[in-house]
DNA sequence: TGTTTATTTGAACATTTACTCAAATAAACA
DNA sequence: TGTTTATTTGAGTAAATGTTCAAATAAACA
């Protein structure tokens, strides 16, 4: 990794080597993507709303949820597959109506805990 | 609160009783759009990195910021300015420069946390 | 087998986001 | 007081987001 200068302001007193070793800290902490995107994907009203019905609920049809938040099977559909897609929900068939539920793992930890639960 | 009907689907075994139960529930937790706000506000890979650099390094001004991301100084000070208007951080002036820091309360609990910090 | 039903999908759309660039601001300091 | 410097701001822009609508899919059931 090349060095660290203060190349931005023309202040004297930085203390570059305090920027040093933040900037080595937040390029050893390669995870930031990756966990701004699980944030991201909690941090939509509908969505924290899906992850909640199904955190105290264990399983839920797409028109349950639908019926339930007021709104489109279209829309509830569409935002279950980007959870989906993040294998933060998995879906299995039951007759005719396909069923979520949180995935097992520490994902499903973080959302209970987040809504103190359990 | 209107009473909820199973409007969408026409499945007839849906348990009715349940899902006005958790509409009752989803509707008591009135903070969603709060909470989602919050998390959506973490849930950008700039902001979680200055949110990171605060968290560990109490203070930082604006140019550190952007020295330290290699980033625009305006690009930075948006992003402040966004986390400033929901009280997450807050500034005060030493000399030429804006200092920020995480402001004390909760949300600084739920950065440290995150971050597994103290 | 044909029809019904739940769900998914893709295009379209308005809105929001994250940034750039140039200009404005405001305090420090000579 | 005038100049320098750090920061903010606003307009502009490309990309992403969240929804609607209509059509496609695919399994269930008569």
Known sequence: METLTAEI????NVDIEKLQELNLQIHKMKNFDELADLLAMMGNPTRLRILYLLAISQ??????????L???VSAI????RRLRDRKV???RRDGQVIIYRLTDGPI?????DLFNLE
Do not use: F, G
């Open 9 to 12: 302001c023309s202040r004297h």
């Open 70 to 72: 007021r709104m489109t």
């Open 89 to 91: 929900i998995t879906s």
């Open 108 to 112: 499903n930890a973080v959302i209970k």
């Open 59 to 68: 399983e839920l049809c797409v028109c349950d949820i639908a019926d339930i």
């Open 77 to 80: 559909s569409h935002q279950l």
